[in-house]
C-alpha cells in the first residue's frame, strides 16, 4: 500500500499503532526505554485505517498491533520485537537511530 | 387498556334518584366483577327503603299509597338522610375499590416488565435490574469454566512430573553421567516449562482473571507472581550463583540479557498498568447507582481481549528467557540452572504448605 511505503521509508523507527492498544503502548515504551524516538501512527485515528490493516497483514505482520517498521523493513509485532531484544540483535537495529531527539 | 364498564339504567324505581347518577363512577373503571353485586345490593337497599313507590307512580312523585300504610308513617327526612348516608357509603366503597385495583393493576404491569427483563437478562447470560440480589453474583469454584477445571487437573499433573524431573536431574548431576544423558535432561525441562505455557494459554482463553490471578498456585509462588507466572528477571536472578564459573564472554552475555530482560518486563509493566487504568475506568464510567450495570460490562469485555494477549506476551518473554539463557551456558551449566530453579519453586510451594499448617 503507498500509504505505509511511504511512511515507513520516510521514518527510520516506525510503530504502526492504535491509541487503545495497551501492548502498542508497551513496545512504545521499551523504544523510549533505548533512547529511541519512535514515530507512531495511530491508526484508529486515520480513515485509511482499515485499508492500513490489511496491507499490514498483506505484508507479513503476524499478529496484530503493533506493527514495528526499522529502516523501511517490517521488524514483526510485539514477539518479534521481544525476542529480538532479548538476543540482543534490536539494539544492533536500533543504533542508527538512536539519541535522535 | 379500554374495557366495556357496565351502563346502569337506573329503573323506574329510583326515579326520586336522577339527579344523582348513581353509577356515574364506573363509567370510566374495571370492576366488572363487581358492578352486578353493586347493582344488586343497592336495588336490594333500595328495596328496603323504598317500598313506598309503585309501578304506576311517575318519576319525581312520592305519595302515599293505600297498599304502604305502614311504611309512609315513618318520617320522610329520615328516610332521606338514611337514603343520602347509604349513597355515600356505597360511593366511598367504590372509591376505594377503585384505589385498589389501580394500585393491582400497576403492580401487574411492573411485574410483566421485571419478568422481561430477566429473561432478556438470562438470555444474555446475565443478571440485571433493581430488584435482584447481586451479592449472590461473584466466584464461586463450583461456577468453574470447564477449561479451567481441565487446567487445574493438568497442572497438578504437571507439577508431580516436574517434581520428578527434578529428581532425576539431580540423580543425573551427581552421579556424573555424560553430556549426552544431561542434554536430555535439559530438553525435557525446558519443553515441560514449555507445556506449562501452552496449557496456560488455554487458560487464559477459558478465563483471564482465574490465571492471572494465580489462584492455581501455592499462595508464596502467588506472592512473587507477575502477569501470571514467574519474573524472568527473577528467573535469572536465582539461576546465576549456580552458573559459577562463567567465561567472560558468557557473564558479559548473561548481563546483556539480565538487561535487555528488565527492560522488557518494565515495558510489559507499563501496558499492563495502562490496561489496568482503562479496565477500571470502562467498569466505573458508566450511570452506576440504578441497578443496571450491563452497558459497562458489555463495554470491559471487549478489553479482556487485551488481557489475555498480555498474559501470553508475558509467558512469551519467559519462553524467550529460557531459550536464551540455554544458548548462552553449556550442558553443565544448564543441567545445574534447571535443577536449581526446580528447587527454587519447590522451596516456594512447601513454604506455603508449611506457613499455612502451622500450629496457630
Not at chain 1, 517498521?69 to 517490517?74: C, K, N, P, S, T
Not at chain 2, 552458573?243 to 530482560?261: A, F, G, K, M, T
Not at chain 2, 475506568?281 to 458489555?298: A, M
Not at chain 2, 551456558?329 to 536449581?340: F, S, V, W
Amino acid at each position: 500500500m503507498e500509504k505505509v511505503r511511504k511512511l515507513t521509508s520516510e521514518k527510520g523507527v516506525m510503530i504502526f499503532s492504535k491509541s487503545t492498544c495497551c501492548l502498542c503502548y508497551a513496545v512504545h515504551m521499551l523504544f523510549q526505554e533505548l533512547r529511541i524516538k519512535p514515530y507512531v501512527h495511530e491508526i484508529d485515528h486515520d480513515p485509511d485505517g482499515k485499508e492500513i490493516e490489511k496491507a499490514l497483514s498483506r505484508m507479513g505482520c503476524s499478529g496484530p498491533l503493533p506493527a514495528v517498521f526499522i529502516g523501511g523493513e517490517l521488524v514483526g509485532s510485539t514477539n518479534e520485537v521481544m525476542s529480538l531484544h532479548l538476543s540482543g540483535s534490536l539494539v544492533q537495529l536500533l543504533k542508527p537511530y538512536q539519541n535522535l531527539s | 387498556m379500554n374495557s366495556t364498564s357496565t351502563q346502569f339504567v337506573p329503573s323506574r324505581r329510583m326515579g326520586i334518584y336522577e339527579t344523582v347518577d348513581v353509577w356515574g363512577d364506573f363509567k370510566e373503571n374495571n370492576c366488572l366483577d363487581s358492578s352486578p353485586e353493586m347493582i344488586l345490593e343497592v336495588e336490594g337497599k333500595v328495596d328496603n327503603h323504598m317500598q313506598i313507590i309503585s309501578q304506576d307512580t311517575s318519576p319525581g312523585i312520592v305519595g302515599p299509597s293505600n297498599k304502604y300504610d305502614h311504611v309512609v308513617r315513618k318520617p320522610v327526612d329520615k328516610v332521606l338522610r338514611r337514603l343520602a348516608q347509604n349513597r355515600e357509603a356505597a360511593r366511598k366503597s367504590r372509591l376505594r375499590k377503585k384505589a385498589y385495583v389501580q394500585k393491582l393493576e400497576s403492580s401487574k404491569l411492573r411485574l410483566i416488565e421485571l419478568t422481561q427483563e430477566l429473561q432478556r437478562a438470562r438470555q444474555q447470560g446475565l443478571y440485571m435490574g433493581g430488584d435482584l440480589d447481586f451479592s449472590q453474583l461473584g466466584y464461586s469454584g463450583t461456577m468453574n469454566h470447564p477449561g479451567i477445571s481441565t487446567f487445574e487437573t493438568e497442572y497438578g499433573h504437571w507439577v508431580e512430573e516436574q517434581n520428578r524431573q527434578v529428581s532425576e536431574l539431580r540423580k543425573a548431576l551427581h552421579s556424573c553421567n555424560g553430556e549426552r544423558e544431561l542434554q536430555f535432561f535439559v530438553n525435557s525441562g525446558m519443553r515441560h516449562y514449555f507445556d506449562l505455557f501452552t496449557m496456560k494459554a488455554a487458560a487464559a482463553k477459558a478465563d483471564v482473571f482465574y490465571l492471572m490471578s494465580g489462584m492455581w498456585k501455592t499462595s508464596a509462588e502467588c506472592y512473587f507472581s507477575w502477569i501470571g507466572g514467574f519474573r524472568p528477571s527473577q528467573l535469572l536472578k536465582v539461576l546465576l550463583p549456580h552458573l559459577e564459573p562463567l567465561s567472560d564472554q558468557q557473564q558479559l552475555e548473561v548481563c546483556n540479557l539480565r538487561q535487555s530482560c528488565q527492560q522488557a518486563e518494565d515495558a510489559l509493566s507499563q501496558g499492563m498498568d495502562k490496561l489496568r487504568l482503562i479496565l477500571v475506568e470502562t467498569v466505573s464510567g458508566g450511570r452506576l447507582g440504578e441497578g443496571n450495570y450491563l452497558p459497562q460490562i458489555r463495554a470491559a469485555m471487549e478489553k479482556l481481549e487485551a488481557l489475555v494477549r498480555f498474559v501470553n506476551q508475558a509467558d512469551h518473554l519467559r519462553r524467550e528467557t529460557l531459550q536464551q539463557i540455554s544458548r548462552i551456558l553449556d550442558i553443565y551449566q544448564a543441567a545445574r540452572g534447571l535443577l536449581a530453579l526446580g528447587e527454587y519453586f519447590q522451596c516456594l510451594r512447601a513454604l506455603s504448605s508449611l506457613w499455612e499448617s502451622r500450629p496457630s
